[in-house]
Structures are given as C-alpha cells and as structure tokens.
Nanobody, 120 residues
Framework: VQLQAYGGGLVQAGGSLRLSCAAS????????MGWFRQAPGKEREFVAA???????IYADSVKGRFTISRDNAKNTAYLQMNSLKPEDTATYYC???????????????WGQGTEVTVSS
C-alpha cells in the first residue's frame, strides 16, 4: 500500500484548501481512508475518516468546516478544508485501514505528510 498526500500550502485565516491522497491499492474501495494532522510539538491527531460506503466521521475541532470524500474510481481521497484557522496549521497525513476507527495507531498504512500553514 502506497499513499501520497498533496495539496498543502500557505493560506490566510478564513481561506480554503483541498488536500488529496492518491492510493496505490488494488482493493482501494474496501479500505477506510483517514486524515490526521500533527502540529509542531504535538501528537498526531485524528481529523476525519470515510468508509468504503462513504460514512464519515470528524473530529469536533473540524466538524462543519472540513469535508472528507473519496473517489474510488480514482483511488483518491480528499479533504476539503474551509474556514481555516491558525490552529489548523499542521502537517496533514492520509492513512488507510481495513476497518473504521479514529485511533491513530490502528492505521497501518501512511502517506508522507503535506504541510498546511494558516496565517492570521
């Protein structure tokens, strides 16, 4: 399993970014896709996840602002981030797992991170 996240960048508070995660998985549609983030000096934390049937779950800190989605035909997951805040600044990672969970350590396949910086 190989995952590649991209789409990060520098944005002003209130702005938007869309992250993408391209997966090299033969059975991509059967995997749960998750997004996590890690701010400097902090532990990696759950952001959002989407199941193979498009059920979603979000961390309270991003609920109503971020939207996770997936395109199984393109083996790609997305994280649309709106109304960004300086506290959203972090390195964002995508991950894949064969069951639905918000527990970071349960995900066994990770992509490299993409940095998101939100200026005030």
């Amino acid at each position: 399993v190989q995952l590649q996240a991209y789409g990060g960048g520098l944005v002003q508070a209130g702005g938007s970014l869309r992250l993408s995660c391209a997966a090299s998985i033969r059975t991509y549609s059967t995997y749960v896709m998750g997004w996590f983030r890690q701010a400097p000096g902090k532990e990696r934390e759950f952001v959002a996840a989407v199941t193979k049937s498009n059920s979603t779950i979000y961390a309270d800190s991003v609920k109503g602002r971020f939207t996770i989605s997936r395109d199984n035909a393109k083996n790609t997951a997305y994280l649309q981030m709106n109304s960004l805040k300086p506290e959203d600044t972090a390195t964002y990672y995508c991950a894949a797992n064969d069951y639905f969970t918000v527990i970071t350590t349960a995900y066994d396949s990770w992509g490299q991170g993409t940095e998101v910086t939100v200026s005030s």
